[in-house]
């Protein structure tokens, strides 16, 4: 065995004079610092800036333009070559940018399901999400599928879109792309700019607020008004040209919930926004500012959800405790390079073994010695094993959350595949050290060549936005196994049954340590709306053979499509919160979250909740409505809605029940009013399948009708709003 120790580098620097044009480099975030140091070209950055004092005029004096200001913190475009002098402005303590999101589709497959009310919570006739504006912000948006009007397909719901990677800008006072406010042009154009290649967004937004024309497949808030941005992402890097690819960044996607907040305000309404897209956490502190605004844009009435996340099957971290000589594991990567971050409170050695055919090499790194070198940061360094050349690159800096902590980003690299062609293990050793270590890129696997490195677990995987303090993150429960797409073909995934959670959805803690998810909703073949601009560029695309049906509207060709991951199961959460919304305009994240933890169904009777898998539990529509209208818990008021029976109002206060199939006991039902008061009992007779309840009597407003069939399933309450 051979062991190659990593050389202790001693640089000459010459003595540089600290003078008035250097950057303030620790006042930006990493992205900048490598803008600054590359010079590349850029006409202008969309980035976070915190400023004291006359933010604007001191914007402008260093040629940049404000785009949005929410307390301290401003969304401001800056010129790639102004970087540098607005971080030696004194009023200016941190500029923050990162590039865009990744949609969170799930990584096993791509299908779907869902009806609405798919949990046994279905929407009460009284809360159906009017009055409300769902805010989607997605990518490929299909603004002309029946399921954006009403259930009639006579009115249209879709109020605004700003589609920030448009190419039509002449006239756009938008920062980027334009936006589209009327009816006319919103159907003249048809689909966002990436809908021909793209139908995330269609379906995300179906689940939400789709009205299921002619289908099964209602949305949660089927009545709700819809305000949409298509922003940028990963894979819509074809339609950007390369010289604006830092216009798009999180300040950007921040100016897009603005977008969508401003609307509902200016129309008077509450507005809830779903969000599936994210990326990886991390202690550079690209979030901090993000944060922060984020916590400004939201309030009463402004409600932000975010998918968790798919990486929850996994392996992500491994902690090395105090006492414990090493922990470690094997890595490897599809693509040239493996990326991990570590966080410590002492030194550690990072041990790398190389297993050739008959032998092992021993490569032993320090990285406290990137300390030592020019912005802490070791560039580069080749070894040489087993004569194939590898390139080490170590970054050291405090972690963002705890000044105490230090964090090393270490990127291995190589022709080929890393860890595959030969299998490399990584082991951190230190007896005092208390050692943490994340997965950026590539696998964390065991593998017979030391069986005993096996400390790796799923764990750490929540994507942010959805990991801020301010905004509801939402992992994924199963239920439905398999679907029967259009062409009767049987498609099967089996990701659990009876509410569980998906094995892919993402876990906690946050990086910061804190619980998430805060919620579950229903994300494995969740049954939704699909591109008709996709299916027709697309037809042989293999995500179509999860289409369940096929059908025509107005001389095109559409789709309901079956499809898995939490990006399904945060629309769905975020329409069951329009509900709310329409019962209690005015609440806030904290008064969501305060619905969601006394509310939830809970899969798992023997965890402790909230947890790091499941948050509270799945969100359960109908209890949280009567739990904000103050009836939860109510002696006699069962909160769970009844299953084969419709409840039929009239204009006179005459409710209609329905039953599938004449009733074989007799039976009596309860009303209750929000102050939980009984106002009325009625007892019926065996034998219809039709009854007649008269409320004529009773006044204005909202009543709880609770059914007492002696079965189980016709037994349950519901809401109706008496208006005659």
């Not at 050290?433 to 069986?451: C, H, L, Q, W």
């Not at 946050?510 to 073949?525: F, H, L, S």
């Not at 994240?589 to 909740?609: C, G, N, R």
């Amino acid at each position: 065995m051979k062991r190659l120790i990593l050389p202790i580098f001693v640089s000459l620097l010459a003595v540089i004079s600290i003078h008035a044009q250097r950057p303030m480099l620790h006042k930006m975030s990493p992205m900048l610092r490598q803008q600054v140091a590359s010079k590349a070209p850029a006409p202008s950055i969309c980035a976070f800036v915190r400023i004291s004092g006359d933010a604007e005029q001191t914007l402008l004096d260093n040629g940049c333009r404000q785009l949005a200001r929410l307390g301290d913190i401003s969304i401001a475009s800056i010129p790639a070559d102004r970087l540098s002098a607005l971080s030696r402005e004194r009023n200016v303590s941190r500029i923050e940018a990162r590039r865009g999101m990744h949609i969170l589709m799930d990584s096993m497959a791509i299908q779907l399901n869902a009806l609405p009310a798919y949990a046994g919570t279905g929407l009460p006739q009284a809360y159906t999400g009017e009055g409300v504006v769902m805010g989607v912000m997605d990518i490929g948006f299909d603004l002309t599928h029946p399921n954006f009007y009403d259930a009639t397909a006579t009115h249209y719901r879709i109020k605004r879109l700003w589609d920030q990677i448009s190419a039509d800008t002449i006239g756009s006072q938008l920062f980027v792309g334009r936006d589209y406010t009327t009816k006319e042009e919103l159907l003249a154009l048809g689909c966002s700019r990436d809908g021909t290649f793209q139908t995330h967004g269609t379906h995300t937004l179906g689940t939400a607020a789709g009205s299921g024309y002619n289908s099964p497949y209602r949305g949660m808030a089927p009545d709700a008004d819809i305000c949409l941005v298509a922003n940028a992402v990963t894979e819509d890097i074809a339609l950007i040209d390369s010289a604006d690819y830092d216009k798009y960044t999180y300040a950007t996607d921040a100016l897009g919930f603005k977008y969508i907040f401003d609307y509902a305000d200016s129309v008077g309404k509450p507005c809830v926004i779903s969000f599936s897209e994210g990326s990886g956490q991390d202690f550079q502190g690209y979030d901090v500012l993000f944060y922060e605004m984020l916590h400004q844009l939201v309030g009463p009435g402004h409600i932000l959800l975010a998918s968790a996340g798919n990486s929850g099957h996994i392996p992500s971290y491994i902690h090395k405790q105090p006492g414990q000589h090493s922990a470690g594991i094997f890595i490897g990567s599809s693509t040239d390079r493996i990326n991990i971050t570590t966080k410590t409170t002492a030194p550690f050695l990072l041990r790398n073994i190389y297993y050739n055919a008959q032998s092992t090499d021993t490569l032993i790194i320090d990285p406290t010695w990137a300390l030592a070198m020019p912005d802490s940061s070791i560039i580069d360094t080749t070894f040489v094993v087993g004569g194939k050349e590898y390139f080490y690159s170590i970054t050291a800096y405090p972690s963002c959350y705890n000044a105490d902590e230090m964090c090393y980003d270490i990127q291995l690299r190589t022709l080929g595949r890393p860890g595959y062609d030969k299998h490399i293990s990584f082991e951190f050793v230190g007896d005092e050290a208390d050692v943490e270590v994340y997965r950026v890129t590539g696998d964390m696997f065991i593998s017979e060549k030391n069986p005993l490195l096996a400390d790796a677990e799923c764990s750490h995987t929540i994507h942010s936005p959805a990991s801020a303090p301010d905004v509801i993150c939402v992992g994924s429960t199963s239920y439905r196994t398999s679907i029967i797409n259009y062409k009767g073909e049987k498609r099967i995934y089996d990701q659990g049954t009876n509410g569980q959670r998906g094995p892919f959805s993402s876990i906690g803690p946050t990086t910061d340590g804190r619980i998430k998810p805060d919620v579950m909703a229903p994300g494995v073949n969740v049954i939704s709306s699909y591109s008709s601009y996709y299916l027709e560029n697309n037809p042989t695309a293999s995500d179509i053979t999860w289409d369940v049906e096929h059908f025509d509207f107005n001389g095109r060709t559409y789709a309901w499509n079956s499809n898995s991951g939490t990006s399904m199961s945060t629309p769905a959460a975020a329409g069951a919160v329009a509900l709310w919304l329409q019962a209690k305009p005015t609440l806030t994240p904290e008064e969501v979250l305060d619905v969601i933890a006394h509310t939830s169904f809970q899969y798992d009777k023997t965890l402790t909740y909230p947890n790091n898998l499941y948050g509270y539990g799945q969100i359960d529509a109908y209890r949280g409505l009567l739990y904000i209208l103050g009836i939860d818990g109510v002696e006699g008021l069962s909160t769970r809605q009844p299953q084969h029976v419709g409840f039929t109002l009239d204009r006179r206060g005459h409710v209609t029940l329905t039953f599938d199939s004449p009733i074989v006991h007799p039976f009596n039902v309860r009303v209750y009013a929000t102050s939980g008061a009984q106002v009325l009992r009625q007892h019926f007779g065996k034998g219809m399948s039709t009854y007649d309840l008269d409320l004529t009597q009773l006044p204005d407003g909202i009543y709880a009708i609770q059914l007492n069939t002696g079965h189980p399933t016709t037994t349950g309450s519901t809401l109706i709003r008496l208006s005659k």
